[in-house]
């Protein structure tokens, strides 16, 4: 079995932000994810057989839309179900809208079960223990200097990863390469 997601890559602009979060996050004593781990998940697909993945292959690859401008919207304490993080959170465009669902379609098309929850674009920075501690991190973060708003830049590119969970960290892998355009 392989554990798998499909992500975006980061335009260098808000990998650079999400960096000095990190550097800032740091600081305070946060440990935080390798900057090399930092992505925008659009669908997680959990544990899939080798043969499934493959079955999606083809699906993904026929999406055919333009590259998506990505913007920072500022730094949050982030919750879901499975965890507790800090994430810098990415303007919902109209684009990454479409590129979401044209992702999410593809993976049920072949058969591949998704989770049913809201779309809400984040980069993971750090994770935490407990809801408690993201949130007064997250104010932390943001009483010293707000991430500054920052032009969007446009991502042209994305990518379905394994996920290895190593005593070290998670250790991501990509898999295939999906262009947009
Ligand atoms: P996160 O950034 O909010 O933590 C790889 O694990 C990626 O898939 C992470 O970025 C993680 O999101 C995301 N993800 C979404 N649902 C998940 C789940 N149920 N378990 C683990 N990771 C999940």
Known sequence: MIRSFIAL???????????????????????????????????????????????????????????????????VPFSAKHQTAIALTIKDTPELSALHKAVARAVRHSGIRLERRKFRPHVTIARMASSQMASSAAQTLLAGTPPQPIAPERTDSFALYESELTPQGARYTPLADYSLR
């Open 9 to 75: 890559a980061l335009p260098t602009p808000i990998r650079e932000q999400a960096k000095a979060l990190q550097t800032k996050a740091a600081g305070l004593g946060i440990r935080c994810v390798p900057p090399e781990n930092l992505h925008l998940t659009l669908a997680f697909l959990g544990d899939q057989p080798q043969t499934a993945l493959e079955d999606l292959h083809p699906g993904l690859d026929a999406i055919s839309l333009p590259p998506v401008p990505l913007q920072s919207a500022g730094v």
